[in-house]
């Protein structure tokens, strides 16, 4: 059958196709495709192995033709796919969770220390040959050890920051999460599920691990960073919209809170004006699932999802609306 792959991606997905004896495209180009680009490239498609940042609706749907079974996405987020209009066509949807959480979570981790310690700052310090040797007040941070970490989504990459940091670090965990509680999360680290406002109020550092979804739109913006503490750091790296980025460059700027880490962007690939301007936050571009080991499973995995799919079993990791 025929697979259309919307960018490269490590041979090792491709290698699975192949082997499954489907017949592969994998878009030229070394950039995201247009709309008018992804509609004439997806026809006659049976699965399509896709970016999150390829837009998929009904009318790409339509486009690819009846025979399509599956878009598999190539990514853990899946917001960038209308899984209605994919059901009503009884095209499969799935993405790639669980091999990306360790990598992810370890980002996040990076960002809080990076911000916490002023990592980064201290670096453009250096290079830009400012140290006049060691100062009492030099780039103080604030300590991360020992110090509240606030979780909102209590997810896998949620969980899996709170136990590195309760362990690795002895941070206390408080969590807030609309739909659960983790029984065995409190009781082995300790952690604690709070209201939303209790935890903005309380924790020192807050890692946002929520999917996008029409709630979760500007979850963090001006009232939410008036509960934060002072000396509090923000760290994102689920989905750019989730933060309000104008209300975050606000908070930044009159240090209403100590510093920022985001991954993510509101308007990928575009950042707000004034941010790349503070000092105070640290900016990654999407990379928090980008090792060499997780991009390898991803692609691996997301294969996996259409040989099963093009089998006519259920794939693995089949999203549902
Ligand atoms: C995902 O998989 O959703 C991540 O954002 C990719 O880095």
Request: net charge negative; glycine share 8%; charged share 25%.
């Amino acid at each position: 059958m025929k697979i259309y792959v919307t960018r490269k991606i490590p041979q090792i997905g491709i290698d699975v196709l192949e082997k499954a004896g489907h017949e592969v495209e994998v878009s030229p180009l070394d950039r995201p495709l247009s709309r008018e680009e992804l509609k004439d490239a997806v026809a006659g498609a049976d699965g399509i192995l896709s970016q999150l940042v390829d837009q998929i609706d009904g009318e790409i749907l339509d486009a690819a033709g009846k025979q399509l079974k599956i878009v598999a996405n190539y990514a853990v987020g899946f917001d960038n796919i209308n899984i209605k209009d994919a059901q009503v066509r009884n095209v499969l949807v799935t993405n790639t969770p669980d091999i990306l959480t360790g990598s992810v979570a370890d980002h996040a981790f990076g960002l809080i220390l990076a911000v916490g310690r002023r990592i980064v700052e201290s670096d453009r310090f250096s290079r830009a040959g400012k140290y006049q040797g060691w100062q009492p007040f030099l780039l103080l941070g604030q300590d991360v050890s020992e110090k509240t970490l606030g979780i909102i989504g209590l997810g896998k990459i949620g969980s899996t920051l709170a136990r590195r940091a309760s362990k690795g670090f002895g941070m206390k965990v408080v969590y807030y999460d609309r739909d659960s509680v983790n029984k065995d999360l409190d009781q082995e680290i300790g952690a604690r599920a709070v209201s939303m406002e209790e935890l903005l109020k309380t924790s020192d550092f807050i890692s946002v691990h929520v999917p996008l979804t029409p709630e979760t739109k500007h979850l963090i913006s001006t009232p939410q960073f008036e509960l934060m503490k002072k000396t509090a750091v923000l760290i994102n790296t689920s989905r750019g919209p989730v933060v309000d980025e104008q209300a975050l460059l606000e908070a930044l700027q009159k240090q209403d809170i100590f510093g920022a880490g985001i991954d993510v962007w509101e308007h990928e690939p575009e950042l707000t004006p004034g941010l790349a301007e503070l000092e105070n936050i640290v900016i990654t571009p999407h990379t928090a699932s980008a090792t060499i080991e997780t991009r390898d499973n991803m692609s691996r995995v997301a294969a996996e999802n259409i040989n099963a799919a093009l089998k006519g079993q259920t794939p693995p990791n089949l999203v549902k609306s």
